[in-house]
């Protein structure tokens, strides 16, 4: 599963830290960038670059939701139903989308190209409601706008983020992302939401 | 006069601001170079005359804790950005860094200089691969430029789905491969930290306001804000609103302003409740209209000034539906350590569920009460306590409420109503 | 210049401070939960344990605090804050605050607890239970639903855990990585989800796990061997020592109408503190699951052995031995008291200084090095604590002596104590006590020693294996000379430093007395009211079974000697043969099958006694099975030596003990020593190797026998070698190897690892890997190594 160059790529962020265990998060986003959730495999190949032992991998992948011990999606949907986003439409949007797709909470489709799962606050409460795709912005939906996020996922043409890069990478592109691995598309989309900048368009306007 | 200071916010409006070039032409980068030829005990002087208190919720004078690293010690020092806003409800520093990066990767030179440290981390959540790109994009751009690499070090570490990493120490066990749980204290990061060593661990808010007071003075920053509230800060306004997003005014405004230019609450209803700094921060009401929105302003008033996520909800919602939500997150995210944290979120959220669909009881009130008191002040950190806000506040405010959920067997409330496409019909 | 320092006694800062308006003074950085101990006021607790650094997590032992009139704003846990001066703490007993903070915990940990105390081992003896009682409120408020998991799952084929009962306290987790560093139990998932678990492809392979089970203050970890056997309100509680080796663990034997069904490690904080290992915890069926002995047996004319009564069967004994030359052997696992017996024996009744307890592979060099360094000195697991430098020779401690290994292993995290290792392949031990390893080909050992550097405060810890080595033995007394480091011998099993003391070898009488010394010769006849003991240094084991085979000896009394320990058991097997032979044993065994008498003895369970670690320090027992009818090996060799003639009077234990004590150590000069020059090398052909060897903790030992659910936690049986080995015979990791000399050979999975390119290893006594019943060698000695 993981080639020389891998362990080249691997072996790099170690490096990045004085000592080799702070390495342990960022491995485990590129364990999830190659192979697609965080495998068996992986746990091993960690514990051994970092000599540690397995169950210190396993220990530490558990516990952090955003690794996932079995396959998502190629398109990880996420809804967000924290309070806010929930009464805004959320709730709504979720439920729409579990009967669209025929899955639950943490289900993927049959297809592998969607997978669902309700999250909690991801930082947007301005754009209420909020949903993440591979952890890519899809401001302000409604349960028309998500059904028609996934079906272009499940047509191989995702809708692209309001904020984010211009089109919607993989989740395994932006696993490589979070593992710190620049894909070169920081320049791509906007600067920033209306929401974000309102304050700032007041205050220009003397209001 | 605007009532609004965009200083952290001035440039956002610039389709390239989050470059280094933007950054560069609206005069980036000048603090630093400034603050790097002062002795690094001036620069702690400045940022403690200026008045800024950490903005990631507890509020402490930032310069204070920079002073409070040993120096001489020939140990490592480290700086610590935590970047992991996860409060339901906040949303400045994930905004911040996406249109500008810059300004807190110069902070963090300053604020190294001044505790000197030759390495700070970023602690950014997993849940925002763009602005990780942004921020990753920026240490790059800054490594090129020369202002990293030169003595100061600046790495990117992204976390992976934990509210817990919010809380310093969890951050820390977190950044060095840990589980993030909660750490014993003492010590405290500022004599042991991260790797043993003293480290200051601060929010980007705080760091990101540092090049402004350095390029300005604290004279400067010390006009905006109030008598122990200095300066301006990010206000999120998010909710039942017409018109939500980031307002960057001095502390110490109040909701009213801030609604009024906000162009109030959803057209057609009136506020029922909301939270000054997200939703750890006991609920106010609209009686709470016009407190001053600073540190001791709010503190007197019952809550606590947080992070400045007011989320705003209008009568159509349901405060137990509200609050249960609320609670089953603290549920998901309690990290296991401690009992009255994992044992309790699990328990309140049962009684919670029974009082919303209307199979609890009026005794159940007492004991959600009895178990908020047994809960707070007695978990290992401030996630426990933060699980019993909004239960005990809504509990006061609202109690008739509750009742009603328990004499009319359910909920009272169309959950279609609170819906921002409940005009047009949700489908 | 340390004389005057060493003398000094550490100066301990005390602090008062008030408990419930009680005062009391503990010493500076005593917790508040345990200053309370000390006026006998007990606040609960579950995450709580004096030997784990403290953690805060259960929040069980809330107290108030306030500190000089500044009164702490919410209650704290007790567990995780120092005394300080002016201190004021309020407990459950005196604070309302504190008492509900509790109550309200408790309920918290019921919440998600499974009423299923009645079916539950810990149910008796439950801290949970305990507390609840004393601390909590007699109903629930709780009408939810609890959190369920799958019941019990196995850790490993001898620890499962029963996640509903646990509480989450970590004590286990904290245990496997703060002690032992096996850090193969973790707490995984997260919130109410967390759970206590492995790496679904890792076990829980420690060799201190049973720790967790004693420590876990629930029924969530439980022994395989001990689940659902007993209530502990059934169980008679005794005191005993654990006869597994020399580290000497104080030892708790719980018996349930005279069966033994548990045992657990006792609190000897000087020496194995509240730990033990999980072969001295869970090795114990062998006295009841192998074949025991219950009669006397006679040989009769026709070669059979058959049933005899005791008077039958001494006076045979007494027959054979009267007017034979004779010799003894006693292997290392006789009591302190048992092996004076064998001694006084020896000496008195057969008149022979041709006794030896070593029933390994020895040398003649190790036998003057005990007599000239180790017998009636004293260096203590202290001298660990101040070491500044441990260096290991000959010795595996997690091995041979894993209270060592956990000493070790403390003061490494604790004070990054160094440590250096000289041995022939890297073990799992040493790399985790972080250790320098010297890394030397099988024979080599006494350069490596030579070019050590230590300093007066350093200690060398020597293991048996050492005498495999010639000159190794020679070039440790030569570096202690040289730098002032101390000795400490640490054989690996428990009974050979009592034998030591016990003169029960050639060159010394008990007490340490030289052999050659007529002055301690005269001294030890008064003592024993004898005209004389024999003066000439007495045969090795090995010399004993080569005079039996040329002749010159003609009878042999053996107490609990496996031949196939030996490395001449071929030998050892027709000498048994050919000579009378008298066998005190606890089950048929080779020697029983070869002599002429065979006495049942007791096994430690059902006997008293001591055994003397290797610190020199006894640690005396009692019978924990009461009403046993068998008896201990020093009163059946009186009745022998009555039946001779030739009275030793040691009739009972406390007699033999008593004997001991009045008797004394030895103040005269000691043995001398002469170095013993190192082996030359020798010179392989490719396909040729050195064996090196040490046996597992657990291994194929008889006293392991029975108890197959530790049996699953040994260390797999591989065979190592070196990458240029490898690569020479064309394997990898996981292809078979044969290793073979003229004797046999044994076929094993290869592991390529760090060891000496000249060296092979194999574990010595584990499944297929019997190398001196085998090979016949296990140090030192060529073999042949190809593919398999």
């Known amino acids: 599963m993981f080639s020389d160059q891998d362990l080249a790529v691997m072996d790099s962020i170690i490096k990045r830290y004085p000592r080799s265990r702070s390495a342990i998060m960022p491995l485990l986003h590129y364990v999830q960038s190659k192979a697609g959730y965080v495998t068996n495999e992986g746990i091993e190949l960690i514990a051994k670059l970092l000599t540690l032992e397995t169950a210190e991998v396993s220990a530490v992948a558990t516990f952090y939701t955003q690794y996932k011990r079995k396959p998502v999606g190629e398109y990880h949907v996420g809804v967000c139903t924290n309070t806010l986003c929930a009464v805004m439409g959320g709730d709504a949007i979720f439920a729409g989308l579990k009967n669209h797709l025929g899955i639950e909470n943490d289900g993927v489709t049959a297809d592998g190209k969607v997978s669902l799962e309700h999250i909690e606050c991801n930082a947007a409460c301005d754009y209420a409601p909020v949903v993440m795709a591979n952890w890519e912005f899809y401001d302000n939906q409604s349960v028309e706008s998500a059904k028609d996020l996934v079906d272009s996922m499940r047509q191989g043409n995702p809708i692209p983020p309001t904020r984010g890069p211009k089109s919607l990478p993989t989740w395994k592109e932006n696993s490589a992302v979070l593992a710190g691995i620049n894909d070169g598309r920081a320049n791509e989309g906007v600067q920033a939401g209306e929401p974000t900048l309102l304050g700032l368009k007041l205050a220009k306007e003397g209001k | 006069m605007s009532k609004l200071t965009p200083v952290l916010s001035a440039h956002w409006d610039e389709k390239d601001s989050f470059t280094i070039e933007a950054y560069t032409r609206n005069g980036g980068y000048k603090a630093s170079a400034k603050a790097l030829a002062m002795d690094p005990d001036a620069v702690i002087q400045l940022v403690k005359d200026s008045g800024l208190r950490g903005r990631g919720g507890a509020g402490f004078p930032t310069g204070m804790k920079w002073g409070f690293i040993p120096q001489g010690d020939n140990k490592e020092h480290y700086l610590v950005v935590n970047a992991d806003e996860s409060e339901p409800g906040t949303c400045k520093d994930t905004p911040l860094l996406m249109a500008n990066p810059h300004v807190l990767i110069e902070g963090c030179i300053i604020a190294c200089h001044a505790i000197r440290a030759k390495h700070a981390f970023v602690y950014i959540r997993g849940e925002v691969t763009h602005v990780v790109r942004r921020l990753n994009q920026a240490i790059e751009d800054a490594y090129k430029a020369g202002h990293l690499g030169k003595g100061i070090d600046l790495v990117l570490h992204v976390g992976a789905g934990a509210y817990i990493c919010g809380e310093e120490t969890a951050l820390l066990d977190s950044l060095e491969g840990f589980r993030g749980q909660p750490r014993l204290r003492p010590p405290f990061p500022a004599i042991a930290g991260l790797y043993a060593r003293p480290t200051v661990v601060n929010n980007v808010e705080s760091i990101a306001s540092v090049p402004a007071i350095i390029a300005n003075g604290a004279e400067w920053y010390q006009k905006y804000g109030t008598e122990k509230s200095k300066g301006m800060t990010l206000y999120s306004l998010s909710g039942h609103v017409n018109n939500p997003g980031q307002f960057e005014a001095p502390l110490g405004i109040t909701l009213r302003e801030i609604l009024e230019l906000a162009g109030g609450v959803r057209t057609g209803h009136k506020l029922k409740f909301w939270t000054p700094g997200g939703s750890s921060t006991p609920l106010f009401t609209d009686a709470h209209l016009d407190i001053a929105l600073d540190y001791e302003g709010v503190s007197a008033a019952g809550s606590m000034l947080g992070t400045k996520a007011l989320q705003i909800f209008d009568e159509t919602t349901c405060v137990v539906r509200a609050v249960l939500r609320w609670t089953e997150f603290y549920k998901h995210e309690s990290c296991g350590k401690c009992t009255p944290c994992r044992e309790g979120t699990w328990w309140l959220v049962q009684i919670l569920r029974d009082l919303e669909n209307g199979s609890g009881s009026e005794e159940d009130l007492a004991k959600l009460l009895d178990l908020c008191d047994n809960i707070m002040g007695r978990s290992f950190c401030a996630l426990g306590d933060g699980a019993t806000s909004p239960i005990t506040s809504s509990i006061k405010y609202f109690r008739d409420e509750y009742i009603a959920h328990v004499t009319g067997k359910g909920c009272p409330f169309d959950p279609v109503a609170s819906t921002i496409f409940s005009g047009a019909g949700a489908r | ?788």
């Open chain 3, 1 to 788: 210049m340390t004389t005057t320092q060493s003398q000094t006694t550490e100066v301990v800062d005390m602090i008062t401070v008030v408990i419930d308006g009680f005062e009391v003074s503990v010493p500076k950085g005593t917790l508040v939960i345990r200053a309370a101990e000390k006026l006998g006021i007990q606040i609960p607790r579950f995450c709580d344990h004096p030997l784990l650094d403290p953690v805060g997590a259960c929040r069980q032992c809330l107290v108030d605090i306030e500190i000089n009139g500044r009164a702490f704003p919410k209650p704290q846990a007790s567990c995780t804050i120092p005394v300080e001066p002016g201190m004021i703490v309020k407990t459950q007993l005196t604070s309302d605050v504190a008492e509900k903070a509790q109550r309200g915990v408790m309920e918290l940990l019921l919440v998600n607890h499974p009423l299923d105390c009645p079916v539950c081992d810990k149910g008796g003896e439950c801290p949970l239970q305990n507390q609840a009682m004393s601390n909590g409120q007699a109903e629930s408020r709780f009408e939810g639903k609890k959190r369920t998991f799958e019941k019990p799952i196995n850790l490993s084929s001898q620890v499962l855990l029963d996640r509903e009962r646990c509480v989450l306290c970590a004590r286990c987790t904290r245990f496997s990585e703060q002690i032992a560093s096996d850090p193969f139990i973790t707490l995984n998932e997260r919130g109410a989800l967390q759970q206590v678990g492995i790496y679904e492809e890792q076990p829980f392979e420690s060799y201190f796990s049973g720790n967790t089970v004693q420590i876990c203050p629930v029924g969530a970890l439980t022994g395989a061997s001990y689940r659902f056997r007993a209530r502990p309100f059934d169980l008679v509680s005794t005191p005993s020592a654990c006869e597994h080796c020399a580290s000497g663990c104080d030892m708790r034997t719980d018996v349930r109408r005279g069966k033994t069904l548990r045992r657990l490690g006792g609190d000897d904080p000087t020496i194995n503190e509240e730990w033990n290992c999980d072969k001295g915890r869970w090795a114990f069926k062998y006295i009841t699951a192998i074949d025991r002995l219950a009669q006397p047996m006679v040989r009769n004319s026709d070669g059979e052995l058959v049933v005899a009564s005791w008077p039958e069967a001494i006076a045979a004994a007494a027959a054979g031995l009267s007017g034979a030359k004779a010799a003894v052997l006693v292997g290392g696992r006789a009591t302190y008291e048992d092996a004076y017996g064998y001694s006084k024996f020896a000496r008195v009744a057969l008149g022979t200084n041709d006794i030896d307890f070593r029933a390994r592979v020895t040398s003649d060099e190790e036998r003057d090095f005990l007599a000239a360094h180790i017998v009636g000195t004293s260096t203590t697991y202290k001298d660990i604590d101040k070491a500044d430098h441990v260096l290991l020779v000959g010795f595996e401690p997690e091995e041979e002596s894993p209270i060592v290994f956990l000493r070790l292993n403390k003061q490494v995290r604790k004070r990054k104590l160094k440590v250096t290792s000289i041995g022939t392949k890297l073990s799992i031990g040493v790399e985790k006590l972080g250790a320098t390893f010297v890394k030397v080909a099988p024979g080599a050992e006494s350069a490596a020693i030579a070019s050590q550097s230590l300093t007066a405060q350093s200690l060398i810890l020597v293991g048996e294996r050492a005498s495999e080595s010639a000159g190794a033995l020679s070039a440790v007394a030569a570096l202690a000379a040289q730098s002032g480091a101390k000795i400490a011998w640490i054989p690996r099993r428990a009974g050979e430093r009592g034998a030591l003391e016990a003169g029960a070898i050639g060159n010394l009488l008990p007490g340490g007395r030289p052999v050659t010394d007529a002055a301690a010769r005269v001294d030890l006849a008064s003592a024993w009211s004898v005209a004389s003991v024999p003066t000439n240094v007495g045969r090795s084991t090995k010399e004993i079974v080569s005079a039996i085979n040329s002749g010159e000896l003609s009878a042999l009394v053996v107490g609990g000697v496996d031949p196939l320990d030996l490395d001449n058991s071929t030998e050892t097997l027709s000498a048994l043969k050919k000579a009378f032979v008298v066998s005190l044993e606890i089950a048929p065994s080779a020697v029983t099958e070869r002599a002429d008498v065979v006495l049942p003895v007791a096994a430690v369970t059902e006997k008293s006694g001591s055994f003397l670690n290797w610190t020199g320090s006894a640690r005396a027992f009692d019978a924990a099975v009461a009403d046993s009818l068998n008896r201990s090996d020093v009163r059946i060799l009186s009745m022998i030596a009555d039946e001779l003639g030739k009275t030793i009077s040691l009739g009972t234990v406390s007699a033999a003990a008593r004997e001991i004590a009045s008797l004394g150590p030895w103040d005269g000069a000691r043995a001398a020593f002469t170095a013993t020059p190192a082996g030359s090398a020798a010179t392989l052909a490719a396909d040729e190797a050195l064996i090196t060897s040490w046996r597992r903790l657990l291994d194929l030992g008889t006293l392991q026998k029975g108890e197959d659910n530790l049996a699953g936690t040994a260390r797999q049986t591989v065979a190592v070698i070196s990458p240029k080995r490898a690569s020479a015979i064309g394997v990898t990791t996981g292809d078979q190897v044969s290793i073979s000399n003229s004797l046999g050979s044994v076929v094993l999975p290869v592991l390529v690892e760090d060891i000496h390119d000249d060296a092979v290893w194999a574990p010595r006594n584990s499944r297929g890997s019997e190398l001196l019943a085998k090979l016949g060698s296990a140090h030192g000695v060529v073999v042949k190594v190809v593919k398999a």
